[in-house]
């Protein structure tokens, strides 16, 4: 890099590439490419090669075997570090200076803040799981809400990868004073994330929503309905100035020719289709194509996985589509019907929402990454705690497409308060299957920038957005629109128990609804491919997620736990990597200030007779005005502590 560190670098190159120089293509990823990232790796970067490019995976400053210490997600040096990448990517001789970025989560975010900055020799961009407002869809806030599921143990995630020392054989003898240097100034990320609760420069920095026109090369936006970050495809969609694509499935948070939910697709022949147009500059007719392929998941029963989910293939020639109309679903006390208000003489002409905390705990994890335990389960025991509206049986197939709003008359008798809107599908049968949902803080109402504390008994009109989503619910169906002001364990509950009132008329959900198919003309992708990874067998392999309600405290507790890892043969020696976490969420009904929030995580690598470990731990706890946070690290080599240190801290709750 410019100031003399060090970056590490795997490089895959087509074999006759130093007679017949080919574009590069780069991913910068902080999740260790020798190891967090080597099966993924082994499977797709060789197979690019083998169709004509060069694959440069950089492990981010700080991470893997690069040197320096990474600080904090998409610092200014990582960006700069990144455009570095670039420029020695395209000065290599088997590379006539045209470079691509590709990325999944926080490569697929950096690569877009990355190509914000103009480097003149990037010519395209792939990004999977990723945004373009860091505050508005990332892991820390939702809707003006700190993200209960996710800031905490995505912080203790981080704070155990950035802990895991350099490879002796990478660094030789120096590996163990650079591991010291490491974890010495190893800082933990959640002190920063919470020390910046509102939309401030801090979340603006990377969020390229600010100026949209600073990207000039062509972008291929990929995102899952099973995935947090799907809102961001259908606003890029609408920002972005240059040719663009849209591609989403009913995948969660992966690569969509591995993910779950199914169909998974042949992607990297997608990705091939789009580096060969902009990076070689052949009329390969994808930009000619329709804009957005869109998987419209058919109504299914409420399971917390499924390996496939029915639906078709539909598409959009530009977005926003004329086929997609906003549709008003309007509330009243007796029930909601498109269009018009059922039952207006029907009194009262208000309901309250009772604070129940637990509220949500049936709904999932805000992100999914494919565990057997991360989607909702049926709908009906969080339904019995808030307020329902349902449709008449539909009558016709009605099919959902895009990002719904959730338009409310609100007051609240408290000066802080959330409310929560689900969108559900409710069968025959009565089982209830989540479409999407979304939250406001409603001291956000007029923004994230400046919140402001509410009058209590004072009326709001506020409208936000709920998740994006492609769905279609059959006749005989009803459309349920569920209300509360709280939503465990995704976001963070207000500091009192807040009643908050949603008046009529005046309250409505609009649904983008399509109103003329547009089906794709035949299945549009292969089936999938990709190159047989590295010989290697999975180990310790285990997924489990409760929700138990303790009946004599009223204490509802969610676990979700996983551990997955793999042994294989590498220099010559057995290698072994293994990664287990856990996560706690504990709420009292009545106590909105029980909330507490635990993590565990442990990653072990080993080669031969080599063996390092690092164990961290959070805790993340509140009272009415505080957050408290307790975080702790430890640093194993062999059975020897290498280093051990904890972090405690409490941060002022700023209406969040």
């Known amino acids: 890099m410019p100031d003399g560190v060090r970056l590490s670098a795997s490089v895959w190159l087509p ?11 780069m991913e910068l990823s902080p999740y260790r490419k020798s190891d ?3 099966l993924r790796d082994a499977a797709v970067a060789p197979w690019f090669a083998g169709h004509g490019y060069a694959v440069v995976r950089v492990d981010v400053r700080g991470t893997g075997n690069s040197e320096g210490v990474i600080t904090d997600e998409y610092t200014q040096r990582e960006l700069d570090d990144g455009l570095a990448c670039i420029d020695w990517i395209a000065a290599q001789p088997w590379c006539p200076g045209r470079v691509g970025m590709i990325g999944l989560s926080w490569s697929g975010f950096n690569g877009l803040q990355i190509a914000a900055r103009g480097p003149s020799h990037l010519h395209a961009v792939v990004t999977l799981g990723s945004t373009d407002d860091r505050y508005a869809d990332d892991v820390h806030y939702w809707g003006g809400a700190l993200l209960a599921d996710q800031e905490l143990p995505w912080a203790t995630t981080m704070l155990a990868r950035n802990a895991q020392p350099p490879e002796p054989e990478v660094w030789g003898d120096d590996w163990l004073p650079v591991w010291r240097h490491r974890l010495d100034r190893t800082p933990p990320f959640v002190k920063t994330w919470l020390e910046h609760q509102h939309r401030d420069e801090y979340w603006r920095h990377g969020s390229v929503c600010e100026n949209p026109a600073s990207i000039r090369c062509p972008v291929l ?16 969609l609408r920002s972005l100035e240059v040719p663009r694509r849209a591609v989403v499935g009913p995948w969660a948070h992966a690569w969509p020719h591995t993910a779950v939910p199914g169909p998974r697709i042949g992607f990297l022949q997608e990705v091939l289709r789009w580096w060969d147009r902009w990076l070689k500059d052949q009329p390969n007719g994808i930009d000619e194509e329709p804009t957005v392929y869109a998987w419209m998941q058919d109504s299914v029963p409420p399971r917390a996985y499924y390996d496939q989910r029915p639906g078709r293939w539909v598409v959009e020639d530009g977005w926003p589509s004329a086929n997609v109309e906003m549709r008003r679903l309007t509330l009243s006390p007796a029930t909601a019907a498109f269009g018009a208000v059922l039952g207006e003489q029907v009194s009262p002409s208000a309901v309250e929402l009772a604070p129940v905390q637990s509220h949500g705990v049936h709904g999932g994890r805000s992100v999914s990454r494919g565990k057997g335990y991360e989607l909702a389960v049926d709908q009906r025991k969080d339904d019995a705690v808030a307020t329902c509206f349902d449709t008449e049986p ?4 009605t099919e959902i497409l895009g990002i719904p709003e959730a338009e409310l008359d609100v007051s609240s008798d408290r000066p802080d308060a959330l409310v929560a809107v689900r969108v559900c599908d409710v069968r025959p049968d009565g089982s209830v299957t989540l479409i999407t949902r979304g939250v406001l803080n409603l001291t956000h109402r007029d923004g994230h920038q400046h919140p402001d504390p509410l009058l209590p008994g004072q009326r709001y009109r506020v409208r936000f957005p709920l998740h994006a989503i492609g769905y279609a619910v059959p006749p005989g169906h009803r459309l349920r629109i569920a209300l509360a002001p709280t939503c465990w364990p995704v976001v ?12 009529f008329p005046g309250s409505h959900i609009h649904l983008p609804t399509r109103t003329a198919s547009a089906d794709a003309p035949a299945i549009p992708f292969g089936a999938p491919e990709q190159r047989r990874p590295f010989e290697h067998e999975r180990i310790g392999v285990s997924e489990h997620g409760e929700v138990t309600h303790d009946l004599v405290t009223g204490r509802v507790t969610t676990v979700y736990e996983n551990a997955d890892g793999y042994v294989r043969e590498e220099f010559g020696k057995p290698m072994r990597y293994h990664t287990s976490y856990r996560d706690i969420f504990d709420i009292l009904d009545n106590d909105p200030t029980s909330a507490v929030v635990s993590s565990e995580r442990a990653i072990e690598l080993s080669r031969g007779d080599w063996r390092a470990s690092v164990v ?9 005005d505080f957050f408290h946070v307790r975080t702790d690290l430890t640093a194993y080599h062999g059975e020897e502590v290498a280093f051990q240190r904890e972090w405690r801290f409490s941060t002022p709750r700023n209406l969040t």
Do not use: I
């Open 36 to 38: 967090g990232t080597a």
């Open 15 to 25: 074999t006759d590439a130093d007679s017949q120089p080919v574009p590069g293509v």
């Open 221 to 236: 936006l990929v995102g899952g309905w099973a995935d947090a970050y799907r809102d961001a495809v259908f606003r890029m």
């Open 394 to 397: 539909l009558t016709e197939r």
């Open 616 to 624: 961290a731990n959070g805790r993340l706890a509140c009272d009415k």
């Open 492 to 503: 963070w509950p207000s500091p009192e128990p807040a009643r908050v009132t949603v008046h």
